[in-house]
């Protein structure tokens, strides 16, 4: 695989910042993910930094180099990701559980696949044409997709706020994880994972604009700055990873990565590794891991947010 990544994460107006994103890969498969920990519940960083690290460990363990099935795969590593969640709730006493949404594409050989549960995204482009996006499980997202099939909208619907979900991972009942794929990709395609800080204040045409037109190395800060200018100062935190599939393998224009030269069991990640071979998810993280989890996966986002291009 040969693919040029960037990304950025913005802590906007908030306090602090509770989105988290990385990527990881083997000779040939590679998992990218962001998670955005949901505001109105307790460690929402935490929450984000559980459901990426169970990816991550996931992934790790099952990618051999490829993965067998991974469709399967990212329904069973969110769903695990939600399982650490109640599980880390239930030990540390919490009367409520951290919440986040996730978003995570896997792509092997030549095709793509994500899943996500909540509302943070995925867009897919060729050229200046938009093939994929995620749909939010939000109210507003559900009305439009039942009014676009000619299906009543329940009541319940109608009285929330458009940016309320409907599903997260730590939600007392399962979570939804809608899944997509395989689509076949072509040189040149550009995958981008946000969190709503991103599309809730920067409009679709002008994300498409930007990715369509620039390389990923100028796109992604570009629209994070985008972004925090027009939401002011109550901006979200603002987070975003895009990749071009094949694109230039100069790495003046992109950080590029090649995975042909990797051994079968070479892992490489951003996302703070909570495996040894063969073992399974860690369950029974304590403070200690989870700060020093959280710290790297900051030192990595600041690595990469302070690249110029």
């Not at 309320?164 to 994880?177: D, N, Q």
Request: net charge negative; aromatic share 6%.
């Amino acid at each position: 695989m040969r693919f040029n990544v960037y990304q950025v994460s913005r802590k906007g107006g908030r306090h602090k910042n509770e989105d988290r994103m990385g990527y990881c890969y083997t000779r040939s498969a590679g998992l990218f993910a962001l998670a955005d920990g949901m505001g109105g519940h307790p460690e929402g960083e935490v929450a984000s930094q559980l459901a990426l690290q169970t990816l991550s460990a996931m992934f790790q363990r099952d990618a051999k180099p490829t993965l067998k099935d991974p469709l399967r795969f990212l329904q069973e590593a969110v769903l695990a990701g939600h399982h650490q969640l109640l599980r880390y709730a239930t030990d540390r006493g919490l009367m409520d559980t951290p919440r986040t949404t996730v978003v995570a594409c896997v792509l092997q050989g030549q095709s793509a696949y994500w899943a996500h549960c909540g509302d943070s995204r995925l867009y897919l482009l060729r050229g200046d044409k938009l093939l994929a996006r995620t749909r939010d499980h939000s109210y507003t997202e559900l009305q439009v997709a039942l009014a676009q099939s000619g299906q009543p909208v329940p009541l319940d619907a109608q009285r929330f706020n458009r940016n309320v979900l409907f599903t997260c991972l730590g939600s007392p009942g399962k979570p939804v994880v809608d899944t997509a794929g395989p689509t076949v990709l072509q040189p040149g395609d550009r995958l981008m994972l946000c969190s709503d800080g991103l599309w809730g204040a920067v409009s679709d045409d002008d994300i498409l604009r930007a990715l369509s037109q620039r390389s990923v190395t100028d796109a992604v800060p570009e629209l994070a700055e985008q972004a925090l200018r027009s939401a002011g100062a109550k901006s979200d935190n603002v987070t975003l990873l895009a990749l071009e599939w094949e694109g230039s393998d100069n790495p003046a224009e992109a950080p590029v990565v090649h995975t042909r030269s990797l051994g079968d069991e070479v892992f490489a990640s951003t996302i703070q590794a909570s495996l040894a071979a063969g073992e399974a998810p860690n369950e029974d993280l304590d403070d200690a891991e989870i700060e020093r989890s959280i710290r790297e996966i900051n030192d990595a986002i600041k690595r990469s947010s302070l690249k110029k291009p």
